[in-house]
């Protein structure tokens, strides 16, 4: 009963203060309103109602749920960001899974995407384990956060521009607190919401704006922005994206940052 009080009480305090948030300048939109650390906004964004639409869609599928999951008690609101609140590698993937993320609330867990991307940060010593089943099976990242363009699952997968620009703050946040030497983009989409919002926070970009690319990589001031195909089935189950291609790129955003590092 408490911690629903305070999800309600920190929700509407998102909300009245979000309206003057947004009406800064974008230089200004430095935090989400009263989120100035990782565990703070952790908590708040799953409070988060700036997009009512995913925000119904998300509860809706979780009251409706996936027959193989009947049993399951869906998180069914927008899925925090996951990982090492010292990393200096930060990963931005899609969006939640409405099956995976969107139930278990946890960032790539409970879907198979989460399965092949889990395996991958064992293998190169980010994770604890390679697999990751729930939020309470005691899975840790080391040197590592994993965040999204989006906090809510998307009907069909595929966010607006609009919803993309609501959740931008928390990316730029993330990005503030954090100062990752390498950002590493699972997606075209990631690729683009990350470009576009380091522009936004004032850093520069080369021109033209570099295309995504698996392995694509550019030098954005003092960040690395290192792109991935997704480890969505569409690209891990035809072999457009292979665990070794996978493996090749971590390792190398982990040298990046261990370079930088000295």
């Known amino acids: ?8 009480i920190q ?37 988060c109602k700036r997009c009512p639409d995913l925000v119904s869609y998300t509860s809706d599928v979780g009251h409706t749920r996936k027959r193989a999951y009947r049993d399951f008690e869906y998180w069914a609101k927008p899925v925090p960001s996951f990982g090492d609140h010292r990393a200096k590698l930060m990963i931005v993937g899609l969006a939640p ?8 609330g946890r960032m790539f867990t409970g879907d198979r995407s989460g ?15 390679a697999e990751s089943i729930d939020r309470h099976d005691g899975l840790r990242l080391k040197g590592v956060y994993i965040t999204a363009a989006l906090h809510c699952a998307p009907p069909g997968n595929k966010p607006r521009a609009d919803q993309l620009a609501n959740c931008r703050p928390y990316l730029a946040a993330e990005f503030h607190i954090l100062q990752p030497i390498v950002i590493f983009c699972l997606g075209g989409i990631a690729w683009k919401a990350t470009l576009t919002m380091l522009r936004e926070e004032g850093v520069k970009i080369p021109k033209p704006q570099p295309r995504f690319g698996h ?17 969505s089935q569409q690209n891990t189950f035809t072999g457009r994206l292979t665990e070794p291609m996978l493996d090749e790129v971590l390792l190398r955003a982990i040298c990046h940052c261990e370079i930088a590092a000295g």
Request: hydrophobic letters at 40%.
């Open 215 to 231: 392995g694509a990589e550019v030098e954005c001031e003092t960040v690395t922005v290192i792109g991935s195909y997704h480890v």
């Open 115 to 129: 399965d092949f991307l889990y395996a991958a940060l064992h293998r190169v010593g980010l994770a604890s384990q």
């Open 97 to 104: 899974g409405a099956h995976g993320a969107n139930r278990t």
């Open 1 to 8: 009963m408490i911690a629903a009080l305070a999800c309600r």
């Open 11 to 47: 929700a509407a305090e998102l909300r009245l203060s979000s309206h003057f948030y947004m009406d800064l300048p974008v230089s200004q939109q430095v935090y989400p309103p009263q989120c100035s650390d990782l565990h703070s906004m952790e908590q708040a964004i799953p409070c």
